[in-house]
Nanobody
Framework: QVQLVESGGGLVQYGGSLRLSCAAS????????MGWYRQAPGKQRELVAA???????RYADSVKGRSTISRDNAKNTVYLQMNSLRPEDTAIYYC?????????????WGQGTQVTVSS
């Protein structure tokens, strides 16, 4: 069983930066694909960034060039560095972990951390 705990959210000014952290339990963290999603009021949850177990990354177009996802397998932690923040980045950010053990896919979610960017 994997438990995920996000931290690092808060209130920042336009153009500011934040680094979100997601601490995961479990002994096989390095085998999980990890991701950050966000959901704004009245909007669907969307993928922000993902990092595979092998280290490859992908980003939503809206954050590409401003955000970096990374992982520290020794600390069972995944990070999302966000720069040049805009009001439209305001959302609850959720950590996600995924692993496939055929034919079953296991997906885990954290409870989220609020990011608010002022105008």
């Amino acid at each position: 069983q994997v438990q995920l705990v996000e931290s690092g959210g808060g209130l920042v000014q336009y153009g500011g930066s934040l680094r979100l952290s997601c601490a995961a339990s479990g002994s096989i963290f390095s085998r999980y694909a990890m991701g950050w999603y966000r959901q704004a009021p009245g909007k669907q949850r969307e993928l922000v960034a993902a990092i595979e177990s092998g280290g490859s990354t992908r980003y939503a177009d809206s954050v590409k060039g401003r955000s970096t996802i990374s992982r520290d397998n020794a600390k069972n932690t995944v990070y999302l560095q966000m720069n040049s923040l805009r009001p439209e980045d305001t959302a609850i950010y959720y950590c996600n972990a995924r692993i496939t053990r055929s034919p079953v896919e296991y997906v885990y979610w954290g409870q989220g951390t609020q990011v608010t960017v002022s105008s």
